[in-house]
């Protein structure tokens, strides 16, 4: 089976984007499944079986959804196969803009919209920066000049990346990704041992472990300090968590 | 570092002909070329939007019309293919704002700059000047891309695509009246070595093009070139035309029409 991970800021269209690329899927005959990881609700799965996609939504509740997501990979993976799909794609939140769900050796996509600003791509960051495919939405809602703009301002971000504009309403462009989805690596028969692209934010403070008072006295585990001062132009993390060049994250 | 944004630039797009709605075979093949001006006219439905799209997506006989597309007579190869895919065609929509928080010279350095401009702050205040041409009301530099009126917008996006998209085909769907003097526009695009397709039902951009393509249940029925009788109509309505923007003119700033 092969296995694609989604990923995006919410609203940006990724549930339309790969409901109407399954749906090519389906047509050409490649049987696929779908699996969503959200927060706290989800009514993606409504989408997907109107299109005639298995869908299984998983919710983190009160855990983090991209260290939900780690822990259930397998899972999610041999679930997928029992379905008989041979193309797997795997939507995921991608809220805090810090995390990237992206599996070394197989597809990745990020997914994210014209309407968010020019500084987006940027603050985005490794869910955009590691992903082989961006697919760029709602670019009907703004200029052509707008558009180029944006495309330049993600080529910055990721040099490498295929990028593709993509119609989540109508489908356009849709049947282009269908193609690039079926070309994506084979994943064997199941994911173990396989590696993320990117570290997950490290966690285990006492406000994982549903802390809700808020004071240095009730905090333990792992905790960071940040030093409040008057800030001036950008700024940047002092120990980024590191990334090779082909996006890996040294081990 | 990114990427040059370098595109292959054909003078002559081919569309063969395709077939309609009922499967009945199209005119013939179209040729588009650099410098001319293709109208396209035919209701709501007719298979405009899906001709642009053949264009747009490189059609390879996997449409539903059944087109294929010829880059200079001859079909793209696999690079051409992927490079071009959804960066072929310019858009100028009916859309009539940005939406970018951003201002306008600052904004035209970035678009000048993401296409590798020698010097992009030169481009961009070439681009202000062309667009304050064309708008009725003009803006400054400062101004925030957000702020601009709708003819403002629209004057800016014409004169940025005729001037700095990549882009080698311009689709455009309909010149609004609305501050914009649009045989100037016109002029401007056509300068610009794109080929250029404008889906109208304005009867002065209709006759504005060197050739009018009429479609009908999804196939192009007819292929009209502008005959001697239509320049002269054209004449006579762009005369009606300056008439209307003069006596506008006018009364705006508490004129007396005579």
Known sequence: MRLVTVAGPPSCGKTSVIVHACRHLLAGGTPCAVIKFDCLKSRDATAYEAAGVPVSVALSGGLCPDHFYATNLEEAFAWARGTGAQTCVIETAGLCNRCSPHIRGLLAICVIDNLMGIDAPEKIGPMLRLADLVCVTKGDLVSQAEREVYRHRIRQMNARAVIRHVNGLTGQGCQDLSRILALAPEAGENLTDRKLRFAMPAAVCSYCLSEMRIGGRYQKGNVKKAVFAQSHGTQLLDNAPGETEDGDVPS | ?258
């Not at chain 2, 689709?171 to 300068?191: P, R, W, Y």
């Not at chain 2, 060197?210 to 007819?222: D, Q």
Request: charged share 25%.
């Open chain 2, 1 to 258: 570092m990114s990427l040059p944004d370098v595109l292959p630039a054909p003078r002559e797009l081919t569309l063969t002909g395709g077939h309609d709605k009922s499967g009945a075979p199209e005119c013939a093949a179209l040729a588009f070329r650099v410098g001319e001006i293709t109208a396209l006219l035919g209701p709501t439905g007719s298979g405009k939007s899906r001709l642009l799209s053949d264009i747009e997506s490189l059609a390879a006989g996997d449409t539903p019309s059944g087109r294929t597309l010829l880059l200079d007579g001859r079909p793209p190869t696999d690079d051409e293919r992927f490079e071009l895919q959804g960066r072929l065609v310019a858009q100028i929509t009916q859309n009539m704002n940005f939406v970018l928080d951003m201002g306008v010279l600052d904004f035209l350095i970035a678009h000048a700059e993401s296409r590798n401009a020698p010097e992009p702050a030169a481009a961009a205040v070439r681009v202000l000047a062309a667009a304050n041409e064309l708008a009725g009301e003009p803006f400054a530099e400062r101004t925030q891309l957000t702020q601009l009126s709708g003819g403002q917008s629209r004057a800016l996006m014409i004169a940025d695509t005729a001037l700095l998209s990549t882009s080698p085909v311009l689709l455009i769907d309909e010149i609004e009246n609305a501050g914009v003097d649009k045989t100037q526009a016109l002029a401007l695009l056509l300068k610009s070595e794109k080929i250029i397709v404008m889906a109208t039902h304005d009867p002065v951009l209709a006759l504005s093009a060197h050739r009018r393509l009429v479609v009908e249940n999804g196939a192009v029925r007819h292929v009209l070139a502008r005959t001697e009788a239509e320049t002269s109509t054209l004449k006579r309505l762009a005369g009606m035309e300056a008439e209307f923007s003069r006596i506008r003119a006018a009364l705006r700033v508490g004129g007396e029409i005579r």
